[in-house]
Structure formats: structure tokens, C-alpha cells
């Protein structure tokens, strides 16, 4: 949460002014410094990656991209 660009009492606050957030909402909120853009050559996302996360008792999550149409 250090190289955030917003620290996450701001992000609840302003959230909170437009949505209902509950135990256990995820917010996401990007990227480190130094993925995608920032690596030399930039990497980026292309269709048929898969990106999968997940947090330990809460869920997990898979993503697989598609190129646009």
C-alpha cells in the first residue's frame, strides 16, 4: 500500500459516498510501479492470458482475456 497512489482511508471515504460497502468487499485498485507499463519493454495483458487471485478463506478469482471486436 506504500506506492499507492491514494492511501485507503480516502478510498473507503470516497466509495462509501456513492456505493454500500460491506465486510469483505474487495476493492481493487491496480498495480505496483514496475509491472506492465514500467518494465522495459512494456508487458501488457493480451488475449488468452489468464490472471487468477485470490485471498486465503474469502474467494478466489480467474480472468481470461478476449481480444476486442
Known sequence: TKTMVYGVKYLVSYL???MSLHPGDIISTGTPPGVGLGMKP??????????ELGIEGMG??????KADE
Do not use: E, Y
Not at 512494456?42 to 490472471?51: E, N, R, S, T, Y
Not at 478466489?60 to 482475456?65: E, G, L
Open 16 to 18: 462509501s459516498h456513492f
Open 42 to 51: 512494456p508487458v501488457f495483458l493480451k488475449a488468452g492470458d489468464v490472471v
Open 60 to 65: 478466489q478469482q480467474k480472468q481470461t482475456f
